[in-house]
């Protein structure tokens, strides 16, 4: 079994990655950090490291250097944000066996990583064999998109789908978060069965251990027929428990004691019915903070939390707006019987202005409204709501970053209005950490 030493400071992609990797059968130990990769090589040997370029203390060609002088055997592979040539090239020159960017394939990945390894008849790991599912064509309706986020989100639904473990997904109200979870289950092993969505902020407190869990005919006052629960009916699917923060508290220990011991009891009834699902849930919520002011279990939270991912705000991706517009213009065509064939430059225009903070769902209403009121092939600024054009944009045209000639001024602007937090800086510039990272760099800002 191949030994792979993965060093990535992005820890949800790295432990994506890790996942994937020991699934392919390799032996896989992980570094968030250049030091904490030097650390390792120095106490073991690894047949392969893939390493990111951008690490927050050093590069990752430190680590190539340190591998071709003292583990010249190890094989070495960069990943990165750049696709730069120049980068790929010097790489291959100071001894990498390869180079690829991000977003990764990871079956492209895994081609590489065995490529690597071939020169040792025993290193290369066969793939175990899975059972797959006959549907595997994915949810018709999930819209992709091509920005860098939705790129990154892509990749964490690809790697984390084939597994069984539960994810949570956050994001703001309107993001689509429903339709990333119908996607992580439609490229899944559970894709040929049931996908039960629950709105658990629309569940009455009274009947919520009876819409969970079912009952049967004559256990409380209205139960005049046995009914199947949300459990049940999801049992060899996916159950996708939305707005997850609002369930009440004694509603969280039922679901915990049903996640832990895969049983559940109908209300009335003394027969357990044991089932097999995998738990997608997803909120708006910080539950983190919920957890320390003791309205969330914490053992809840981490049983549903075994792998996180965040649902970027539509206005993060600005690359992917009119391609969600064009996919919510066909829809509303359909739905309206109209036959809006597109968008006028000037609505365009207004659309990659506006902040969307309703995201997915505002843009669909604002769409829907536009085609119907529209009596002309384009979709002209008349028709559009009047709050999309009085919204003052001004600050963030002026952190459009890579538009302004002022780069250096603007960054260090964030960082002071960020109080040094990076994280926080970036968000302001609406750029990647490692953007930002590359960027403190180029123009030698200490913090």
């Known amino acids: 079994m191949p030994k792979v030493l993965l060093v990535e400071d992005d820890i949800a992609f790295c432990k994506m990655l890790e996942t994937f990797l020991i699934k392919k059968n390799f032996q896989v130990e992980v570094a968030h950090s250049a030091k904490k990769a030097f650390s390792k090589i120095s106490n073991k040997e690894f047949d392969l490291v893939l390493t990111d370029v951008r690490l927050p203390d050093q590069d990752g060609h430190i680590i190539l250097e340190e591998l071709k002088q003292n583990h010249p055997h190890t094989k070495v592979i960069l990943m990165t944000s750049y696709a730069e040539v120049n980068l790929a090239v010097d790489a291959i020159k100071n001894g990498a066996f390869d180079y690829i960017s991000k977003p990764v394939n990871p079956e492209k990945m895994l081609q590489t990583m065995q490529l690597a390894l071939s020169d040792g008849e025993e290193k290369t790991p066969t793939p175990k064999k899975e059972k797959t599912s006959e549907n595997k064509k994915g949810n018709s309706s999930y819209v992709s998109g091509i920005s860098d986020a939705s790129q990154k989100l892509n990749d964490y639904i690809k790697l984390v789908a084939p597994t069984n473990m539960s994810v949570l997904i956050i994001g703001e109200s309107g993001t689509g978060k429903e339709y990333v979870a119908k996607n992580i289950h439609d490229q899944s092993k559970r894709a040929g069965k049931a996908f039960v969505a629950v709105d658990c902020g629309a569940i009455p407190k009274e009947i919520a251990s009876s819409e969970f869990f079912g009952h049967i005919k004559g256990s409380f006052t209205g139960a005049v027929n046995d009914k199947t629960g949300h459990f049940e009916a999801a049992n060899g699917g996916t159950l996708f428990l939305d707005e997850i923060g609002n369930l009440s508290y004694e509603l969280q220990v039922q679901l915990l004691r049903a996640l832990q011991e895969r049983k559940i009891k109908p209300v009335g009834s003394n027969t357990e019915i044991e089932v097999d699902i995998r738990v997608i849930a997803a909120t708006n919520e910080d539950l983190k903070k919920a957890v320390e002011n003791g309205e969330f279990r914490e053992d809840l939270y981490h049983r549903l939390n075994e792998f996180s991912i965040q649902v970027p705000p539509l206005r993060n991706r600005k690359a992917d707006l009119m391609i969600f517009a064009d996919y919510f213009l066909e829809k509303a065509n ?85 109080g040094g937090n990076k994280s926080k800086a970036a968000r302001i510039l609406a750029i990647d950490r490692k953007t930002l990272y590359n960027k403190l760099k180029q123009y030698n800002i200490k913090l």
Do not use: C
Request: without cysteine.
């Open 334 to 418: 359909k739905e309206l019987e109209k036959n809006s064939v597109g968008f006028s430059d000037e609505t365009s225009e207004i659309f990659s202005q506006y902040s969307w903070p309703g995201n997915l769902r505002e843009m669909q209403n604002v769409i829907k409204r536009a085609v119907l009121l529209s009596e002309e092939k384009l979709i002209q600024k008349k028709v559009l709501p009047a709050h999309l054009l009085e919204e003052n944009l001004e600050e963030e045209k002026n952190y459009s970053l890579f538009k302004n000639k002022n780069e250096e001024e603007l960054i260090r602007d964030a960082i002071e209005k960020a």
